[in-house]
């Protein structure tokens, strides 16, 4: 079954960096885009970033434009998604996603909190 995993989340000062990770398994990571998603504490899910399957093209959220950075190793099944300049308002939980065959399968998610 396909199962995504995401890494690298935590408490970072505003201007900080953070580098996270989502490893994949159980389908053909190389075929298919990868997005990463967040969601603030009482706001829904909005998008963050995406990229396609041989990391050619990347697009993003005007508000990550230029601070954040997605990226794929498919020989490590795994999309990064770095982040920085980092902002108060960038506190969320971010999830990955992939969408296969018109369904779309989503991590647990990791938590970054940005303080002031």
Do not use: H
Not at 59 to 80: E, L, M, Q
């Amino acid at each position: 079954q396909v199962q995504l995993v995401e890494s690298g989340g935590g408490l970072v000062q505003a201007g900080g960096s953070l580098r996270l990770s989502c490893a994949a398994s159980g389908y053909t990571f190389s075929n298919a885009g990868m997005s990463w998603f967040r969601q603030a504490p009482g706001k829904e899910r909005e998008f963050v970033a995406g990229i396609n399957w041989t990391g050619s093209s990347t697009w993003y959220a005007d508000s990550v434009k230029g601070r954040f950075t997605i990226s794929r190793d498919n020989a490590k099944n795994t999309v990064y998604l770095q982040m920085n300049s980092l902002k108060p308002e960038d506190t969320a939980v971010y999830s990955c996603n992939v969408r296969l065959l018109a369904l779309d399968y989503w991590g647990k998610g990791t938590l970054v909190t940005v303080s002031s």
